[in-house]
């Protein structure tokens, strides 16, 4: 397999350098909704657009539902410029095979370890594959893995994140595969988008499985010269389940009060893998500055 892997340090974007000053952020798919009209799934897909003209597909879902969502959203998804894969799991690539066949042009940029490995869940003992198309592979001349932290223009994109804080509990029933070799995964294959605009970063966690507090400070530290104004995607802190352990009330309150503390200006946008009762905690402790986002829900930031 053949797949160009970008040096950091070699990147070059074609992008815009005026300054943003704004972003309009459509959520495509989700697993809620307010609309009849809509359709939902567990997966997440959103549509970005800068208002220098970039259009960004930010994940896919796990099927077309993505497109027929946009269709009736009134995004064309012909002019998208590029496409970002936050991780390696269905409910955010399984739609990407879709996308390449109906749009000839834009890159895919996803983080270089991603196709390492198989991805599974084991859920009281029974594995489920959960990860990405074999397929994809008759698309490759389109990808770019990224193996570095990259900057470019307006566009930052954060392949390592260290750990400082826990990561999500819900990580203990999905694993990784690869030559016969089963292990936990630990989410390497993740990739953290960043939108450099006027107002601050606007940054992108997909399911958060490093953990959104380790998304936080890694970002703060990747790039010193900009705040955090607005963070977007799932944090991956998921409902009560029999075969996994969850998160406590004290330690959602704790979370909460880390991103207040870590973030005392910006403003939070979840959805998908964060459950209902985090949802709940996390909005009542951190007072009005928490939104949740739904299918055919538009935010301009």
Excluded at 80 to 100: A, R
Excluded at 145 to 152: F, H, P, Q
Excluded at 196 to 225: E, K, M, P, Y
Excluded at 286 to 292: A, S
Aim: contains cysteine; negative net charge; hydrophobic residues 40%.
């Amino acid at each position: 397999m053949s797949i160009c892997i970008w040096n950091a340090n070699l990147l070059s974007l074609q992008v815009n350098t005026q300054i943003i000053l704004t972003v309009k952020i459509i959520t495509l798919v989700d697993n809620r909704t307010q609309s009849t009209n809509l359709e939902t799934e567990h997966g997440l897909s959103l549509y970005i657009e800068t208002d220098d003209n970039q259009k960004i597909l930010y994940d896919t879902g796990q099927s077309d539902l993505f497109m027929r969502n946009a269709q009736k959203l009134g995004v064309d998804l012909g002019e998208i410029d590029m496409v970002v894969i936050s991780h390696g799991h269905y409910d955010h690539i399984g739609g990407l095979v879709t996308f390449l066949k109906i749009n000839k042009t834009a890159k895919v940029y996803m983080n270089a370890s991603i196709f390492d490995y198989e991805y599974f869940s084991l859920k009281k003992g029974v594995k489920k594959m959960n990860g990405f198309s074999p397929e994809l592979m008759d698309y490759r001349e389109r990808f770019i893995l990224l193996d570095k932290n990259t900057n470019s223009d307006n566009l930052w994109f954060i392949t390592h994140i260290p750990h400082t804080y826990n990561t999500p509990k819900g990580n203990a029933i999905l694993y990784r595969q690869k030559n016969g070799i089963e292990e936990l995964d630990d989410f390497s294959h993740e990739l953290i988008l960043g939108v450099d605009t006027a107002q601050g970063l606007c940054i992108f966690t997909g399911c958060g499985h490093n953990g959104v507090l380790n998304i936080v400070t890694t970002v703060q530290s990747v790039i010193q010269r900009k705040q955090i104004h607005c963070l977007y995607g799932g944090f991956h802190l998921i409902d009560g389940k029999d075969y996994v352990k969850i998160e406590t009330t004290d330690e959602l309150t704790d979370i909460a009060h880390e991103l207040t503390v870590l973030l005392p200006a910006a403003k939070f946008y979840t959805g998908h893998c964060t459950g209902e009762k985090a949802i709940d905690l996390l909005s009542q402790k951190m007072r009005g500055k928490l939104e949740v986002f739904y299918v055919g829900k538009e935010v301009i930031i």
